[in-house]
Protein backbone atom coordinates (compact mmCIF):
# COMPACT_ATOMS: atom_id res chain seq x y z
CA UNK A 1 0.00 0.00 0.00
CA UNK A 2 1.16 3.62 -1.14
CA UNK A 3 1.92 5.80 1.64
CA UNK A 4 0.13 9.77 1.59
CA UNK A 5 1.08 11.32 4.25
CA UNK A 6 -1.08 14.69 5.29
CA UNK A 7 0.41 17.62 7.42
CA UNK A 8 -2.06 20.36 8.29
CA UNK A 9 -0.62 23.77 8.76
CA UNK A 10 -2.62 23.76 11.82
CA UNK A 11 -2.73 27.40 13.45
CA UNK A 12 -3.00 28.75 9.18
CA UNK A 13 -6.22 26.93 8.79
CA UNK A 14 -7.20 27.65 12.37
CA UNK A 15 -6.78 31.29 12.19
CA UNK A 16 -8.36 31.42 8.81
CA UNK A 17 -12.01 29.81 10.13
CA UNK A 18 -11.63 31.98 13.20
CA UNK A 19 -11.47 35.48 11.44
CA UNK A 20 -14.25 34.72 9.27
CA UNK A 21 -16.37 33.89 12.28
CA UNK A 22 -18.80 36.63 13.54
CA UNK A 23 -18.00 36.82 17.08
CA UNK A 24 -14.48 36.21 17.86
CA UNK A 25 -15.22 34.83 21.28
CA UNK A 26 -17.41 32.16 20.36
CA UNK A 27 -15.04 28.98 19.81
CA UNK A 28 -17.82 26.15 19.86
CA UNK A 29 -18.37 27.46 16.18
CA UNK A 30 -14.68 27.48 15.21
CA UNK A 31 -14.56 24.26 16.62
CA UNK A 32 -17.39 23.26 14.75
CA UNK A 33 -15.69 24.78 11.44
CA UNK A 34 -12.94 23.44 11.38
CA UNK A 35 -13.71 19.85 12.44
CA UNK A 36 -16.15 20.20 9.56
CA UNK A 37 -13.10 21.35 7.32
CA UNK A 38 -10.57 18.72 8.34
CA UNK A 39 -13.64 16.21 7.46
CA UNK A 40 -13.89 17.30 4.25
CA UNK A 41 -9.84 17.14 4.14
CA UNK A 42 -9.62 13.51 5.08
CA UNK A 43 -12.17 12.29 2.63
CA UNK A 44 -10.91 14.46 -0.33
CA UNK A 45 -7.03 13.02 0.76
CA UNK A 46 -7.96 9.92 1.80
CA UNK A 47 -4.20 9.93 3.84
CA UNK A 48 -2.74 7.13 4.88
CA UNK A 49 -1.05 9.37 8.13
CA UNK A 50 -2.05 12.61 8.76
CA UNK A 51 -0.29 15.01 11.82
CA UNK A 52 -1.39 18.63 12.70
CA UNK A 53 1.54 21.09 13.26
CA UNK A 54 1.29 23.96 15.47
CA UNK A 55 3.11 26.64 16.34
CA UNK A 56 4.78 26.99 19.81
CA UNK A 57 2.89 30.50 21.53
CA UNK A 58 5.62 32.27 23.20
CA UNK A 59 7.00 35.70 22.52
CA UNK A 60 10.75 34.06 21.29
CA UNK A 61 10.62 34.33 17.67
CA UNK A 62 13.44 31.74 16.97
CA UNK A 63 16.51 31.57 15.16
CA UNK A 64 15.23 33.77 12.35
CA UNK A 65 14.35 36.81 15.02
CA UNK A 66 18.29 36.30 16.09
CA UNK A 67 19.28 36.56 12.66
CA UNK A 68 16.53 39.28 11.96
CA UNK A 69 15.11 41.44 14.97
CA UNK A 70 12.47 43.18 12.56
CA UNK A 71 11.28 39.21 11.52
CA UNK A 72 7.36 39.09 12.31
CA UNK A 73 7.81 42.59 14.66
CA UNK A 74 4.66 43.44 13.49
CA UNK A 75 2.14 40.67 13.38
CA UNK A 76 -0.86 40.57 15.67
CA UNK A 77 -0.89 38.73 18.45
CA UNK A 78 -3.71 35.59 18.56
CA UNK A 79 -7.21 36.91 20.28
CA UNK A 80 -7.00 36.01 24.11
CA UNK A 81 -10.53 33.35 23.41
CA UNK A 82 -8.70 31.56 20.26
CA UNK A 83 -5.80 30.58 22.33
CA UNK A 84 -7.69 30.24 25.08
CA UNK A 85 -9.61 27.47 22.93
CA UNK A 86 -6.69 26.02 21.19
CA UNK A 87 -6.61 23.10 23.68
CA UNK A 88 -10.38 22.35 23.20
CA UNK A 89 -9.54 22.30 19.37
CA UNK A 90 -6.87 19.90 19.70
CA UNK A 91 -9.18 17.83 21.55
CA UNK A 92 -11.78 17.87 18.66
CA UNK A 93 -9.08 16.96 16.03
CA UNK A 94 -8.09 13.59 17.82
CA UNK A 95 -11.62 12.42 17.77
CA UNK A 96 -11.39 12.50 14.03
CA UNK A 97 -8.34 10.75 14.36
CA UNK A 98 -5.71 13.57 13.61
CA UNK A 99 -2.49 13.82 16.38
CA UNK A 100 -1.14 17.14 17.11
CA UNK A 101 2.82 17.72 17.08
CA UNK A 102 3.83 21.56 19.18
CA UNK A 103 6.88 23.23 18.48
CA UNK A 104 8.80 24.10 21.23
CA UNK A 105 11.97 26.11 20.03
CA UNK A 106 11.35 25.77 16.43
CA UNK A 107 9.17 27.53 14.11
CA UNK A 108 6.24 25.01 13.01
CA UNK A 109 6.95 25.93 9.24
CA UNK A 110 10.47 24.06 9.69
CA UNK A 111 9.00 21.00 11.43
CA UNK A 112 6.79 20.75 8.34
CA UNK A 113 9.59 21.30 6.25
CA UNK A 114 11.39 18.59 8.03
CA UNK A 115 9.19 15.88 8.48
CA UNK A 116 7.68 16.81 4.70
CA UNK A 117 10.92 16.28 2.92
CA UNK A 118 12.42 13.24 4.71
CA UNK A 119 8.76 11.22 3.86
CA UNK A 120 9.23 12.92 -0.11
CA UNK A 121 12.96 11.69 0.06
CA UNK A 122 11.59 8.12 0.28
CA UNK A 123 9.27 8.89 -3.24
CA UNK A 124 5.81 8.65 -0.96
CA UNK A 125 3.30 11.19 -1.65
CA UNK A 126 3.32 14.35 1.20
CA UNK A 127 0.24 17.10 0.95
CA UNK A 128 1.01 19.83 3.04
CA UNK A 129 -2.66 21.90 3.71
CA UNK A 130 -2.11 25.09 3.76
CA UNK A 131 -2.56 28.91 2.23
CA UNK A 132 1.30 29.60 3.11
CA UNK A 133 2.76 30.03 -0.19
CA UNK A 134 6.44 29.72 1.48
CA UNK A 135 6.02 26.23 1.24
CA UNK A 136 5.99 26.06 -2.15
CA UNK A 137 9.79 26.38 -2.10
CA UNK A 138 9.33 22.18 -1.40
CA UNK A 139 7.77 21.71 -4.59
CA UNK A 140 8.97 17.97 -5.82
CA UNK A 141 7.19 15.43 -7.58
CA UNK A 142 5.80 13.91 -4.66
CA UNK A 143 5.07 17.14 -2.37
CA UNK A 144 2.47 19.44 -3.11
CA UNK A 145 1.03 21.90 -1.31
CA UNK A 146 -2.69 22.65 -1.04
CA UNK A 147 -5.00 25.19 -0.55
CA UNK A 148 -8.04 24.30 0.70
CA UNK A 149 -10.36 27.59 1.34
CA UNK A 150 -9.43 28.49 -2.60
CA UNK A 151 -9.49 24.62 -3.91
CA UNK A 152 -6.18 24.76 -5.59
CA UNK A 153 -2.69 23.49 -5.80
CA UNK A 154 0.30 26.22 -4.66
CA UNK A 155 2.02 24.14 -8.10
CA UNK A 156 4.99 24.80 -10.10
CA UNK A 157 2.24 26.71 -12.42
CA UNK A 158 0.96 28.52 -9.92
CA UNK A 159 4.16 30.17 -8.80
CA UNK A 160 5.26 30.82 -11.94
CA UNK A 161 1.91 32.80 -12.42
CA UNK A 162 2.11 34.40 -9.40
CA UNK A 163 6.04 35.46 -8.76
CA UNK A 164 7.56 34.67 -12.23
CA UNK A 165 9.96 32.63 -11.13
CA UNK A 166 10.51 28.61 -10.38
CA UNK A 167 9.55 27.44 -6.91
CA UNK A 168 13.33 26.74 -6.63
CA UNK A 169 14.45 30.42 -6.90
CA UNK A 170 11.29 31.86 -4.51
CA UNK A 171 13.83 32.13 -1.74
CA UNK A 172 15.97 34.17 -3.75
CA UNK A 173 13.22 36.26 -4.77
CA UNK A 174 12.35 36.86 -0.79
CA UNK A 175 15.60 37.46 -0.54
CA UNK A 176 15.86 40.88 -3.11
CA UNK A 177 11.82 41.67 -2.10
CA UNK A 178 10.79 40.84 1.20
CA UNK A 179 8.07 39.85 2.81
CA UNK A 180 5.81 42.20 4.10
CA UNK A 181 3.65 40.09 6.66
CA UNK A 182 6.72 38.91 8.26
CA UNK A 183 8.74 42.32 8.23
CA UNK A 184 11.81 40.59 6.60
CA UNK A 185 13.14 44.09 4.32
CA UNK A 186 14.63 43.01 1.66
CA UNK A 187 16.55 45.41 -0.89
CA UNK A 188 15.46 48.56 -1.11
CA UNK A 189 14.29 49.78 -4.48
CA UNK A 190 13.82 45.91 -5.91
CA UNK A 191 10.53 45.15 -6.05
CA UNK A 192 8.37 42.42 -7.74
CA UNK A 193 9.58 43.53 -11.27
CA UNK A 194 12.68 43.78 -10.67
CA UNK A 195 12.86 40.77 -8.53
CA UNK A 196 11.41 38.55 -11.42
CA UNK A 197 14.09 40.34 -13.67
CA UNK A 198 16.94 39.50 -12.01
CA UNK A 199 16.00 35.91 -11.44
CA UNK A 200 14.66 35.37 -15.23
CA UNK A 201 18.64 36.39 -16.09
CA UNK A 202 20.60 34.90 -13.27
CA UNK A 203 19.59 31.58 -11.26
CA UNK A 204 19.97 33.26 -7.84
CA UNK A 205 21.17 36.35 -6.06
CA UNK A 206 24.75 35.24 -5.93
CA UNK A 207 24.66 34.37 -9.92
CA UNK A 208 23.14 38.26 -10.26
CA UNK A 209 25.86 39.57 -7.78
CA UNK A 210 29.08 38.20 -9.60
CA UNK A 211 28.00 39.39 -12.78
CA UNK A 212 28.75 42.18 -14.69
CA UNK A 213 25.84 41.51 -16.89
CA UNK A 214 23.42 42.63 -14.28
CA UNK A 215 22.30 45.87 -15.25
CA UNK A 216 23.52 48.82 -13.81
CA UNK A 217 20.20 49.67 -12.09
CA UNK A 218 19.86 46.30 -10.40
CA UNK A 219 23.51 46.01 -9.55
CA UNK A 220 24.10 49.27 -7.53
CA UNK A 221 21.50 48.01 -4.99
CA UNK A 222 21.90 44.63 -4.96
CA UNK A 223 25.47 45.29 -3.94
CA UNK A 224 25.10 47.89 -1.73
CA UNK A 225 22.55 45.47 -0.03
CA UNK A 226 23.77 42.18 -0.56
CA UNK A 227 24.57 41.19 3.04
CA UNK A 228 20.82 42.12 3.98
CA UNK A 229 19.68 40.46 0.63
CA UNK A 230 21.28 37.10 1.99
CA UNK A 231 19.76 37.76 5.73
CA UNK A 232 16.75 37.61 4.11
CA UNK A 233 16.65 35.05 2.18
CA UNK A 234 17.99 32.74 4.83
CA UNK A 235 15.15 33.53 6.69
CA UNK A 236 12.69 33.17 4.14
CA UNK A 237 14.48 29.48 3.78
CA UNK A 238 12.64 26.89 5.34
CA UNK A 239 14.64 23.97 7.57
CA UNK A 240 14.88 20.63 6.85
CA UNK A 241 16.85 18.87 9.05
CA UNK A 242 14.79 19.44 12.83
CA UNK A 243 14.98 16.64 15.06
CA UNK A 244 11.60 15.59 15.31
CA UNK A 245 11.33 12.78 17.96
CA UNK A 246 8.76 10.42 16.79
CA UNK A 247 8.26 7.74 13.96
CA UNK A 248 5.73 7.50 11.22
CA UNK A 249 3.32 4.85 12.92
CA UNK A 250 2.76 7.35 15.40
CA UNK A 251 0.88 9.36 13.09
CA UNK A 252 -0.59 6.61 11.01
CA UNK A 253 -4.33 7.37 10.26
CA UNK A 254 -6.80 5.61 11.86
CA UNK A 255 -10.56 6.84 11.98
CA UNK A 256 -11.83 7.03 15.43
CA UNK A 257 -14.84 4.21 16.30
CA UNK A 258 -13.86 1.53 13.71
Not at 74 to 89: D, F, H
Not at 151 to 171: C, M, N, Y
Not at 175 to 203: E, H, N
Request: hydrophobic share 35%; aromatic share 6%; net charge negative.
Amino acid sequence: MSLHLVIIDALNLIRRVHSAQPDENDIERTIQTTTRTLSNILRESQPTHIVAVFDHLGPERGWRGELLPTYKQQRKPMPKALRAGLESIQDAWWQLGIDALLSEGDEADDLVATLACKVAAHQETVTIISTDKGYCQLLSPTLQIRDYFQQRWLDAPFIEKEFGVTPSQLTDYWGLTGISSSSVPGVPGIGPKAARAILTQFDNIEAAADSDALPEKYRKKLIEHLDEARRCKQVATLKCDITLGFNLQDIRYEEKGR
